[in-house]
């Protein structure tokens, strides 16, 4: 049997196929998760790697012969199956390894109404399972059946944003990289008053044109040069599985995360004055002061969407935003979806006669590094150095929600933490303007490398 150590992560399962993560080691894992979470029917859907198709019927099949139903969704986006999982009421499994290269797939697990399965909600006892062995089960064999969800999906999600079947007429380029917003896109768009250039949309798990990880700014140099060269009036860029959403505006120029998560959380707050709105810590300071002024609260979590969604149910926040370009709603099951996060950034902008820089420039307060890694062997003893070297200094305010975060007397401040994967610290760094973010950086840069 594979390493399940390996591959059970955090928040998913994900390795390289067939070496890591195999057809049967796919079954074994769909009848453990029947037994955990106790269901009587589930719900499937996968990306378009060439895997993927193999690993979820395998995955239903270890579901029927412990007496659940499939109902199998088949090609979708990872907020397809979050809708999917929802609006049927049942747990859902996604196959897929978002943007990890073409050698890898994985498997996204949730509860009824999408909520979150990960290490401590029932992923270590998934593993604990397959590792024991699969007990036998009596019962009558479930069915598998199979049901297209595109359509209600795109009806649902675009019900979701105020005037944006309204907008104004806008160009937008889509870069989905060859993954699954070649699927979704042109099915939410066509609802929508806009001119759709589409740059790979066709579904290729083996990613011919670049990686389908937004995050990395050579991923984004394609969509923002045929901005530029069409004169759009909005870039918009998704992951593999299309849960993640990056935005660039007419100029060419990458939108950060935090100012669409500002964005979208004064459009929420219209929705439902004085709502919650939730923030992770290493997003940018201008959101909980931007929330405040539009009459909201705002809460600050940890990094991960575990933390985001259950701190989400606890307090009823209507909107959640990530750094990394995830973004997550209370109308959605609290889950994530780049989709929902475009539409609002379309209708934002399309009920207005600004272009797009001119309507962010008001969400946009502050100056931050983007994230930096760098590897690191004995990531506690660092950390511990940092610590030392700041927490001395006068007006300096520390604290450990994730990692080590350093507020400086200025206003600006710092983050780093380790990766749970790799012998990493991330580093994160804000401040007012360019040279007082570059000396912070270049400094705590200096302490990690030596």
């Avoid at 070496?19 to 029947?34: M, P, T």
């Avoid at 009806?155 to 937008?172: A, C, F, M, Q, W």
Wanted: net charge negative; charged share 20%; with cysteine.
């Amino acid at each position: 049997m594979p390493d399940l150590a390996r591959i059970v992560k955090a928040y998913d399962i994900r390795g390289i196929v067939p070496d890591e993560l195999d057809e049967a080691l796919a079954r074994d894992i769909g009848a453990a998760f029947v037994r955990v979470v106790g269901a009587d029917q589930i719900v499937t859907a996968h990306d378009m790697r060439d895997s993927s198709p193999g690993l979820a019927r395998a995955f239903a099949e270890g579901a029927t012969a412990q007496g659940a139903d499939v109902v199998e969704a088949g090609l979708g986006s990872t907020d397809l199956l979050y809708y999917a999982s929802g609006s049927l009421g049942v747990p859902g499994a996604m196959f897929t390894a978002s943007h990890n290269p073409a050698k890898y797939n994985g498997i996204k697990l949730c509860r009824a109404g999408a909520a979150p399965v990960g290490q401590d909600t029932g992923l270590a006892d998934i593993r604990a399972l397959v590792e024991q062995g699969i007990p036998p089960y009596d019962g009558p064999t479930g069915t598998i059946s199979q049901r297209d969800l595109l359509t209600e999906y795109a009806e649902y999600i675009v019900s979701l944003v105020p005037g944006v079947t309204d907008i104004r007429k806008l160009s937008v380029v889509v870069d989905a990289g060859n993954g699954m917003g070649g699927l979704t896109v042109p099915v939410v768009f066509e609802r929508l008053p806009v001119d759709l250039a589409p740059m790979y949309f066709e579904l290729d798990g083996s990613f011919p044109n670049h990686e389908a990880n937004p995050i990395e700014p050579e991923n984004l140099r394609d969509l923002q040069a045929k901005v530029r060269e069409t004169g759009a009036d909005i870039g918009l860029a998704f992951d593999g599985d299309a849960d993640r959403c990056f935005v660039v505006d007419e100029k060419g120029d990458v939108v950060s995360p935090s100012v669409l998560t500002a964005l979208i959380a004064t459009r929420e707050l219209a929705k439902e004055p004085g709502s919650t709105i939730i923030y992770n810590l290493i997003t940018s300071h201008g959101v909980p002061e931007i929330v405040a002024e539009h009459g909201g609260t705002a809460l600050r979590t940890r990094v991960g969407h575990s933390f985001i969604k259950a701190t989400m149910a606890e307090t009823n926040a209507i909107f959640g935003g990530e750094h990394s370009g995830h973004f997550y709603f209370r109308d959605f099951w609290r889950a994530d979806s780049g989709m929902l996060a475009a539409l609002h950034a379309l209708a934002a902008l399309g009920t207005q006669d600004r272009p797009l820089s001119g309507l962010l420039a008001e969400f946009t307060r502050y100056v931050a590094s983007g994230e930096i890694n760098t590897r690191v062997d004995d990531q506690a003893a660092t950390v511990a150095a940092v610590q030392a070297s700041y927490g001395g200094r006068a007006g300096v305010t520390i604290d450990h929600l994730d990692g080590l975060t350093v507020a400086l007397p200025d206003g600006s401040w710092f983050n780093l933490r380790a990766s749970n994967t790799e012998p990493l610290l991330r580093l994160n760094v804000e401040a007012a303007d360019e040279a007082t973010m570059s000396a912070i950086r270049d400094e705590v840069l200096g302490l990690l490398r030596g």
